[in-house]
């Protein structure tokens, strides 16, 4: 049966990376290795829109949000957390692991948080080295005002830490415009890869906490990775062959423009969300963000059966939730390799599937609202 | 032109393993993907030669390292490293990074640690909790003596860990028979996959350190492993295409069996060994490893410049000499997906190759004491 996957990571593969990774191994500490890992750094900076050094890891996202805590700190700094979902919470669990004072900004999940919020807790303690918080919560599907965030975090000496892992290249993020200091990312989103790769750029306020930092690190080490990369280089063996499939994946990326991806990924969940609404159902989470759509289910829709279906009868992989959401809602993600037709797939197989369990929807209607929206503009890529 | 990778690690990739990456990707939360992971969780244990858990992490095999320290230590630990090569000082800096006393005995770069020294050293030092040390040290292709190590260490409290990441799968190495507490490998060497996966496998001995142990992690979190191998899942985001790959490389020393496969090492080592000495060269290291083989300059060649004449005119990639060897040695390994006439071919090159540079050799002499091996034992797989 044809696989369709629509969950927040890992995401379909394009055909170019996919056969990349068919290719023979290149040793890594060779010019040939050099030139690839060279380009690909570049082309980072343009997908992160920074002019800083972008690190890449052999990690999936949490071991860079790890590395990051590790990079930053000492033991017994405060940090602040915002917590909305289940990343917020990781970032506080990993600074809780890491023996921190960790100050968590509670929101309710499916909300996000006040740069209000965060400005006045950043005024009670002025001892908070680090902000902590998510472009996109990707437990809960809605999007952060990370604009807003930095412009309060910037007027303190505290660091802002973004974690993007699902959301970089799906979700707007000027990261030295709106001056966010730490962005972290991942490979299996909307950058089109196998999860392997992990991605971190540094502001030079986050490298003046580094320096100062004494949190145990060495696979980690921040400073050895741009000591490194001023060689095109790697301190430990990089994933050469995710790596080579970056390249292909950042081609893709410039190919169609920066600005058009992220249209496309706007036109996409907008289109989803129209359908989602025309068939009476409600988004979880506000704002929703334009990388996945949370949807709330109907108390007479039980999320395995229709999670089951979907996958069984249309080979439809979409995520439930995350612990206190799990059966309560569905996630759908709208990132990453997918085009208009993906989009009208997972609609049509969400109303057959809600259809045959009993749920009262009418047939076709989510799809006509989804083609209406996605007949109101045309992308760059067309 | 044709490339041929003869370096420890990455090392040339099987068909199988190469065209397994260009597929789709698979969810990591689905039952699809639980079943290959429980079958190449169950695989690595045949290779690793017991039968505890082997945790797998996205992170190349210095992660693994930094993985066991973290989780097996607690701030201020006293341990004991082998340093007779880069990667005995890696064990070291580790363990300084994250603020353990580290007591090292240091051997002569080329030259095995003597079992007696080590029992030595903890009958001297009873605080010592952790014995670090390799199977095979990478940067001078000595094997140790884990067997007899293992002996000693396991006299006492202390947990023995094996850094075996250039050697699982091309040493013989008695994981349970032995009683090695701690083994840790990864993924680009003899088990033929591309960089990006580590492995490490505990002792029941080790567990229990791990459960007094407070180093700071996360990411690397082994009792969070632990609990979600029992599920056959991995606690974070696992390196899909590869562990997908793993299965079939793990089905390839399966279907040709690990004695097959570590007598095939033991031959082409024995086999390059013969060859490197009938050209007048010096094996460089005592004990040599059936992984990878170090080689003596003759004062009168200039490293960069063979390693350089072999790439260019033979396309053959080989290794040279690490920190304190750097231009001393070159380092050839004959280290997973090889055949006989691989081991012909990088003599060959190495022949042309140093008879061009204007050094005194026989040309077809290695070739033929190599053949003389070669032709004296027939392979399982023959």
Redesign the interface.
Known sequence: MK?R?F?P?????PERV??S??????????AEFSEVFKEVCEDLKYVFQTKNDVLVF??????A??AVV?NLLSPGDEILVTRGGKFGERWA??GE???LKVTSIDVEWGKAPEPLQIEKSLQSNKEIKAVFTQLVETSTGVVYDVEGISRVVNKTSAVLVVDAISSLGAEPLFTDKWQVDVVVA?S?KALML???LSFVSLSEKAWQLVDKAT???????FKKARTSLAHNQTP???????ICALRESLNLIKEEGLKSVLDRHRLFAKALRGAIISLNLQIFGNPSSNAVTAILLPPDVEEKKLRRKLQNDFGV?I?GGQAQLSGKIIRIAHLGWMDKLDIIGVISALEMSLFQLGYEVELGRGVKAAEEVLSQESLSNE
């Open positions: 696989q996957i969950t990571g890992p995401t379909p593969l996919r056969l990774q068919a290719k023979d191994i290149i040793h890594h500490r060779t052999a990690s999936s996202g949490t071991g949000m790890e590790a669990e990993i692991a890491f023996g991942a299996q196998p999860p392997g949190l145990p690190r060495y696979y980690w080490d430990f063996t990089p994933s050469v062959s995710l992989i995520a």
